[in-house]
């Protein structure tokens, strides 16, 4: 059950976008169209951005796109805003019927 | 509002027990599967425990197996998570959340301490 693999840090100046990478192994990322995406201000709960590795919950700007090629998931955040400077989880289903997380990055906006 | 409340955390010394719980409203409680979630102080997310809708159907991380019990009151709309023999490295903010396999949402969470 090892953690899903993602950069500590990204960043990126208002405007811009940055794409955040989540690696996992064949019996996660890569055999389950199951990613989702979580926001986390500090000090806060966590929040669903994507679902299902690109759908959008209800609320969730478009600047927000998920995608995936092989045991890679990716989170880009376009149009980049203050607001967005967070930490961002994925997490994938797994074999042997259980979730994992990816360890977190920290997205700063400069 | 759909809403879950975690309360039960709190600070006990390795090898005691503790329960959680989490009150939902605002949704259909027994339509859903609930997860359990855990943050380690200044650290990321673990997924800890899920249960199915009906709490017939449950799994658990390698690292809680054993000792923690999750389990659901559909009539009182509330989850649980029975936590024995803890550990140091059990103290976190526990989260329930609520989802099958994206969490949309969440609850404010509790803090667990394990300290001697």
């Known amino acids: 059950q090892s953690a899903l693999t993602q950069p500590p840090s990204a960043s990126g100046s208002p405007g811009q976008s940055v794409t955040i990478s989540c690696t996992g192994t064949?019996?996660?990322?890569?055999?389950?169209?199951?990613v989702s995406w979580y926001q986390q201000h500090p000090g806060k709960a966590p929040k669903l951005m994507i679902y299902e590795v690109s759908k959008r919950p209800s609320g969730v700007p478009d600047r927000f796109s998920g995608s995936k090629s092989g045991n890679t998931a990716s989170l880009t955040v376009s149009g980049l805003q203050a607001d967005d400077e967070a930490n961002y989880y994925c997490?994938?289903?797994?074999?042997?019927?259980?979730?994992?997380f990816g360890g977190g990055t920290k997205l700063t906006v400069l | 509002e759909v809403q879950l409340v975690e309360s039960g955390g709190g600070l006990v010394q390795p090898g005691e027990s503790l329960r959680l719980s989490c009150a939902a409203s605002g949704f259909t409680f027994s339509s859903y599967w609930i997860h359990w979630v855990r943050q380690p102080p200044g650290k990321g997310l673990v997924w800890v425990s899920r249960?199915?809708?009906?709490?017939?159907?449950?799994s658990y991380a390698d690292s809680v197996k054993g000792r923690f019990t999750i389990s659901r009151d559909n009539a009182k709309n509330t989850l649980y998570l029975q936590m024995n023999s803890l550990r140091a490295e059990d103290t976190a903010v526990y989260y329930c959340?609520?989802?099958?396999?994206?969490?949309?949402?969440w609850g404010q969470g509790t803090l667990v301490t394990v300290s001697s």
């Open positions: 249960i199915n809708d009906d709490g017939r159907i449950t």
């Open positions: 959340a609520r989802g099958t396999m994206g969490f949309d949402t």
């Open positions: 997490s994938s289903y797994a074999d042997s019927n259980i979730l994992v």
């Open positions: 064949s019996s996660d990322v890569g055999h389950y169209n199951y």
